[in-house]
């Protein structure tokens, strides 16, 4: 008995809120009220909206002459030998053979993309020099001893001759780490 008048009295909220909607009848072309309208959109000029300040109507400036991104470090030289003796002159490896991880890790990246040319000892005869591809010459040779860190990282970082560039593929602490197993392999073969 009660649950019908409590049903009933429900039933009539229902109704009266659905006939108030009907009368007020809201466009639903329209947008809702906005709240705070501040809080949802910026007051200052947004990144790509126009802009009237600048002649060419845009927000975004170009970023001044000599604007180095965020976590870039430049690398000011050429894919020429010249550089490379100057990188070998200017450069030093950040890294020394008593860091175990970079020493491992230069191991593991000669492994990963050295060593299908030059070999594993370093002597030229990787397999892709076995199938054909011009052979390196050994790294275990004078002339590979005697380069400088700064300039085995100019080779990796812009190739020389035949061997191309490996600076897409390995980043920059990378080609020090790995250059610390180019060395351990000369020091093994004196
Ligand atoms: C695609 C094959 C290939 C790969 C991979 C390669 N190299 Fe080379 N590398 C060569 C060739 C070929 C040369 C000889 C270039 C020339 O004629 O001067 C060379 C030259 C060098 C030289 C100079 C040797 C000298 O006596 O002038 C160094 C140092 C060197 N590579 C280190 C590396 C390191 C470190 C890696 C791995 C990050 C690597 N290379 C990956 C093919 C390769």
Redesign the pocket.
Known sequence: MRRTIVNSLLGVIVAGLLSLNWLLRADPNQRNFEVLPDMAHSVPYDAFSANPNFADGMTLRAPVPGTVIRGFMPLHFDATPEDAQRAGRELTSPFTPNDANAFARGAA??GT??E???GPAGKGD?T??QRG???????L?P??QG?ADG??FH??TYG?????S?AAQ?DRDD?WK??LH?RSLQQRSK
């Open positions: 990246v000669y993309y050295c299908i040319c030059h990787g892709v020099a591809f011009p052979a390196p010459p050994s790294l040779a002339k590979a380069l300039q085995i080779i990796v020389q001759k035949n061997m191309p490996y390995i080609r790995v250059i180019v």
